[in-house]
């Protein structure tokens, strides 16, 4: 699975157009589990705070 696509996934075109197509795309599960990593230490950070 390249970049969480399936793979049924086609490539429609030439192997460098997608070699640049795909080093510009964002895999989303992992944005996801950082941004919630995220979230979960600075929601622990301000407990301490108060």
């Known amino acids: ?3 969480h ?4 996934f086609k490539i429609v075109v ?3 157009q997608a070699y ?3 080093g ?5 599960p992992l944005m996801t589990a950082v941004a ?3 979230v979960a230490k600075m929601n622990e ?3 301490t705070i108060d």
Do not use: R, Y
């Open 45 to 47: 950070l301000e407990k």
């Open 20 to 22: 640049k197509q795909f």
């Open 36 to 38: 919630e990593t995220v």
């Open 5 to 8: 696509f399936p793979d049924s």
């Open 14 to 16: 030439s192997d460098t």
């Open 24 to 28: 510009n795309s964002v895999v989303v």
């Open 1 to 3: 699975m390249l970049h």
